[in-house]
């Protein structure tokens, strides 16, 4: 059986966390991470207004040799960071461990992380290794996915992200035919067509992966 843990992590006790340090305004979700060679690269998103501190501040770690900005929308930036030289981080256990991030979110000074594992053992694995290499991990609940259905887990949303889909689940933007449009829902919300539009797509996608790829095993 897949099981769920949620743990915590000071910034500045792990590679990503300390290269991402910068304007305290700014703050993190890491999207996901991709392994190339000897190496894994983070698809990171990044909220707030200080863009340009924010990339000098990447750029100038020598840890890393390439950070590109995928997309922007809004206040929100998705970057691809690529690493110098290959190395054992948090990120690299995620890897090695085969964990699905459902939500990894930080600032300057703290990451929560909630991940998945398929079995216990994956779990053990990761909890060794972060052991083994330093990495002060604190554990702050692990559960199976009866255990989080029962206990009512609101999936990892953040709070704008389950405020535009509760709006519209609401208004009828799901339903066929559709009884409201992106623009009437951001008209509400006081945002931007493409800012609801990407909150309405992350917030299914965290449902969907929490829900579908959590409970897979019990469809094997």
């Known amino acids: ?10 910034s500045e006790d792990f590679l990503l966390g300390r290269v991402l340090c ?31 501190s924010f990339e000098a501040n990447v750029t100038d770690s020598e840890a890393v040799s390439e950070l590109y900005a995928l997309d ?14 290959p190395h054992v981080g948090l990120v690299e256990v995620l890897g090695e461990t085969d964990a699905t991030i459902l939500e990894a979110q930080g600032n300057g000074d703290r990451w929560q992380f909630r991940l998945r594992f398929s079995d216990h053992d994956k779990l ?30 609101r999936l990892g949303l953040s ?43 992350r917030a299914n996608e965290k449902v969907l992966r929490s829900v579908l790829l959590s409970s897979a095993t019990d469809f094997d």
């Not at 059986?1 to 000071?10: A, G, K, T």
């Not at 933007?173 to 990407?198: G, H, K, M, N, W």
């Open 72 to 85: 922007k929308v809004g206040d929100r930036a998705l970057y691809r960071i690529r690493w110098r030289e």
């Open 124 to 153: 053990s694995a990761f909890y060794n290794l972060c052991t083994d290499n330093d990495f002060p991990v604190h554990i702050d609940r692990t559960y199976t996915l009866t255990e989080s259905t029962e206990r009512g887990h």
């Open 159 to 201: 709070g704008d992200q389950r405020d535009a889909l509760v709006l519209a689940l609401e208004r009828g933007y799901f339903d066929t035919p559709r009884q409201a449009t992106l623009v009437d829902l951001a008209d509400e919300l006081d945002i931007t067509q493409q800012a609801l539009s990407d909150r309405v797509r």
């Open 22 to 52: 910068g304007p305290e305004a700014m703050t993190f979700e890491l999207e996901r991470i991709v392994p190339t060679g000897g190496a894994v690269m983070p698809f990171v998103w990044a909220t707030g207004e200080e863009f340009e």
């Open 1 to 10: 059986m897949s099981v769920l843990v949620e743990f915590s992590i000071d």
